[in-house]
């Protein structure tokens, strides 16, 4: 069965860093380009950040360039997102999200490739002194 | 950027009746690479439609997607009780960023 589960949210004051993990089980990790999606507090779903199945690209929300960082362990089946410059504006849920396309050498496509089929439950993130 | 515009906000409807949401885009989506998923509270998302009008594995066949272009939309044949939630469509694959709209509640009338 094809899982995610995040963990690694908490509460943080402003300014500070946070790692947010995602462990990915029953599918083979590495062919997948995988995603961080957020929710804020009483708002809609917006994309985090994109990385390739091979690590070699990734993309981010405009609001999150130069403070997050997306990376994967393929060894170890886990998605990274290291946040630092954290303001009250990123407290939300932050959920990890895999493909349903595979990507592979030669693909051509530096983005995401397909839509997102498998979620996980979400870590909750609080910005606040 | 493309913008993606959900209406209506907010769909009162009773189980049975037909429900159609709407998904608009700023810009035209290449290859439709647009998705549909339904939210619940506490819960993650769920994957119903991609590309446009292919339903995800294990979706049921009341949910249906259509559309081109810019114009999608999704269509319920008939609201099941466990249907009532928000909607959000998404656009994926073009160029970043990536997009979803501002989500239709699907609310019991």
């Known amino acids: 069965q094809e899982q995610l589960v995040e963990s690694g949210g908490g509460v943080v004051p402003p300014g500070g860093s946070l790692r947010l993990s995602c462990a990915a089980s029953?599918?083979?990790?590495?062919?997948?380009?995988m995603n961080w999606v957020r929710q804020a507090p009483g708002k809609g779903l917006e994309w985090v950040a994109f990385?390739?199945?091979?690590?070699?690209?990734?993309y981010y929300g405009d609001s999150m360039k130069g403070r997050f960082t997306v990376s994967r362990d393929n060894s170890k089946s886990t998605l990274y997102l290291q946040m630092s410059g954290l303001r009250a504006d990123d407290t939300a849920v932050y959920f990890c999200?895999?493909?349903?396309?595979?990507?592979?050498?030669?693909?051509?496509?530096?983005?995401?490739?397909?839509?997102?089929?498998?979620w996980g439950q979400g870590t909750v993130v609080t910005v606040s002194s | 950027e493309i913008v993606l515009t959900q209406s209506p906000g907010t769909l009162s409807l009773s189980p049975g009746d037909r429900a159609t949401l709407s998904c608009r885009a700023s810009?035209?989506?290449?290859?439709?690479?647009l998705a549909w998923y339904q939210h619940k509270s506490g819960q993650a998302p769920r994957l119903l439609i991609y590309?446009?009008?292919s339903r995800a594995i294990g979706i049921p066949d009341r949910f249906s997607g259509s559309g081109s272009g810019t114009d999608f939309t999704l269509t319920i044949s008939s609201l099941e009780p466990e249907d009532f939630a928000l909607y959000y469509c998404?656009?994926?694959?073009?160029?970043?960023?990536?997009?979803f709209g501002g989500g239709t509640k699907v609310e019991i009338k």
């Open positions: 998404q656009q994926y694959g073009t160029s970043p960023p990536l997009t």
């Open positions: 590309g446009a009008s």
């Open positions: 999200a895999k493909e349903n396309a595979p990507d592979y050498p030669g693909s051509g496509t530096y983005f995401t490739r397909g839509a997102f089929d498998i």
């Open positions: 810009q035209s989506i290449g290859r439709n690479y």
């Open positions: 029953g599918f083979t990790f590495s062919f997948y380009g």
């Open positions: 990385i390739r199945y091979d690590g070699s690209h990734q």
